[in-house]
């Protein structure tokens, strides 16, 4: 079992930056290929960039290629995402989540565990 906890959400203005954590306990971090997703009103949940057990190799959106960059800190069983030049269609509940295969994948059903969401709000 692993629990996943989201920070860092928030109110910015368009074209402002923020930075979310995702601060994970229970089993080895270090096991896990790390994502985020992100819930808009009325939409599906979408990927949005993932990173896998080394932090080697990324994946990101096309919506957020150059504008975001996700990271971890084994050591700290943290994974980060900082959100640059953020755009008022970036708004939306964004989650972390966790997957202990070793394939990295976009695909939100292949993550085992989730957190609770962290809410980012970007005012026009």
């Known amino acids: 079992q692993v629990q996943l906890v989201e920070s860092g959400g928030g109110l910015v203005q368009a074209g402002g930056s923020l930075r979310l954590s995702c601060a994970a306990s229970?089993?080895?971090?270090?096991?896990?290929?790390m994502g985020w997703f992100r819930q808009a009103p009325g939409k599906e949940r979408e990927f949005v960039t993932a990173?896998?057990?080394?932090?080697?190799?990324?994946e990101y959106a096309d919506s957020v290629k150059g504008r975001f960059t996700i990271s971890r800190d084994n050591a700290k069983n943290t994974v980060y995402v900082q959100m640059n030049s953020l755009k008022p269609e970036d708004t939306a509940v964004y989650y972390c989540?966790?997957?202990?295969?070793?394939?990295?994948?976009?695909?939100?059903?292949?993550?085992?565990?989730w957190g609770q969401g962290t809410q980012v709000t970007v005012s026009s």
């Open positions: 990173i896998s057990r080394d932090g080697g190799r990324k």
């Open positions: 229970g089993h080895t971090f270090s096991r896990y290929i």
């Open positions: 989540a966790a997957d202990s295969s070793a394939i990295l994948t976009v695909m939100a059903r292949r993550y085992e565990y």
